[in-house]
């Protein structure tokens, strides 16, 4: 189970940077169209945007697990060990039940965008549903990634995987 969650928010991960790129592309494009005059694409800025809110919620569950969320760590360092397990386990509970929440409303947006036919304001008139799921995909991976990270809090076991031997330099 370990190995397919790790499976699926590396794939968010690599979403994530797809979309980036994605925001790259139609920036540039809007650049050059504009800068030459050879082509006018309306809905660009909209466009760049549904990719970085996407590249942003994706990226959620694979930060979390890298341990790159900010952490105020500065309590727990003083507390005694009990103490420190029981504020973490705290801290992971109530941040699952945001997540929840949080997931839990965002796929509703997405129901609710799609059953009235939403469209986005700007010139693309793209349907507002496809650019949410992103966001509720992304919801949903760091509901999971909580959980998984309080069931690991819960066992002893770590749940933060490091890229390298230091501390997150957001700490």
């Not at 699926?8 to 940077?17: D, K």
């Not at 496809?130 to 819960?154: E, K, T």
Request: charged share 15%.
């Amino acid at each position: 189970m370990k190995n397919a969650l790790t499976r699926f928010y590396a794939l968010l991960c690599a979403l994530s940077a797809l979309s980036m790129v994605a925001t790259f592309v139609v920036v540039m494009l809007g650049i050059i169209g504009r800068e030459t005059d050879w082509f006018n694409l309306r809905g660009l800025d909209a466009y760049a945007g549904y990719s970085i809110a996407a590249a942003l919620f994706l990226a959620l569950p694979e930060t979390l697990r890298r341990g790159d969320h900010i952490r105020v760590t500065l309590l727990l360092q003083r507390l005694p060990e009990r103490a420190r397990r029981l504020m973490e386990f705290w801290c992971l509970g109530a941040g699952v039940a945001l997540a929840l929440y949080l997931a839990w409303y965002a796929c509703r947006l997405v129901w609710v965008s799609m059953s009235t036919h939403d469209i986005s304001p700007s010139s693309d008139a793209t349907p507002m549903w496809i650019p949410q799921i992103a966001m509720a995909l992304g919801c949903i991976g760091l509901a999971v990634a909580l959980a998984q990270a309080l069931f690991s809090h819960l066992r002893g076991d770590e749940f933060y995987q490091p890229i390298s031997g230091e501390a997150a330099h957001v700490e």
